[in-house]
């Protein structure tokens, strides 16, 4: 059953390929991208920039996305302009990386010389069979734009001076010195792993290696790192809204270990090669696991899954809780003995 994201897609594909027969690559003098999402989206599209950096040197980027997003992107050397508001001026490429009813009907109004999109990479891929894991999903969009060959590049995230300044500084008054991360919420609640094993797991780390733990969240997740901390033995630094988002990396870059369920701050620490253990619920296999060189990834993939992460069909066994407590332990055990 064709569902509404598929038709859009659709028709964003079939625009584009109206729109591209009487395009030219070669002149571009303005670069729009769309990348109207969430954080883990976000941070997996960073390499497009610096591939955009090599293929249109001197061109403006001007970057469309969620206010909250920003600090991901606020130092990339590529990108000229941030905004979060669609402009009323044309830009010569548009690059649909994410985007909506709203960004087809600014393309369909403001007609770029040529536009690449998501729904025509998504479509294919359908057609293939396979969902590719995003980073190359994005990489795939831009690739026409290309030269023959060229390979994928590894997304960065540009910290400033600034950043680490603040980190330090939290560090330092806090009297942290080696740590590890622990984000115990995610977006959706099925994708949440129990709070008690994560207290437990606490418990049992600081107890074998005396390390410090920081629970890092939103002040929407407060309730959840606070209920954490009374179940634990252990001393914990409760890190609630101190960062932004590029602080936040650079804070995953300090730390020996991360732990966490399927987030936008785990996709952060996979890019700034954190150790990491990534706990898996409903999530599509492959598509969104935390790319890095010594990222794990706890995942049981069931006959339910993928899901819509709304309603589960087997709540008194949901699949994020099939993920033991002693699994978590052991691997995390073993990255700390490395």
Known sequence: MINGEQIYFLCSALYNKVLNLFGNKKKIKSILVLRWDEIGDMVYSLHIFDHLSEAYPEIPVTVYCKPFVKPLISHHPVISSIIHELPDKKFDLVIELRGNWNTLSYALTHPPKLRFDRGTVRLKNKIKGRQKHETETNFEIIKPLLPEGVEIKKPVIYINDYAKKMVNMYLDKNDIGKFLIIHPVARKKLRQWPAN??????????????????????????????????????????????????????????????????????????VMDTPLIGLYGPGVKDVFYPIGKSSHVLHNILDCNPCDQEKCVRPESPCIELIELAEVQTLAFELLND
């Open 197 to 270: 094993r994560f207290a437990q797991l606490i418990s049992e780390i600081h107890r074998k290696f005396k390390i410090e733990i920081v629970i890092v969240g939103t002040k929407e997740e407060k309730e959840v790192i606070n209920s954490i901390e009374k179940m634990t033995n252990a001393t914990v630094h409760k890190c609630v809204s101190e960062f932004n988002l590029l602080e936040l990396a650079y804070l995953c870059e300090r730390s020996e270990l991360y732990i966490g369920n399927e987030s936008g701050p785990l996709h952060i620490a996979a």
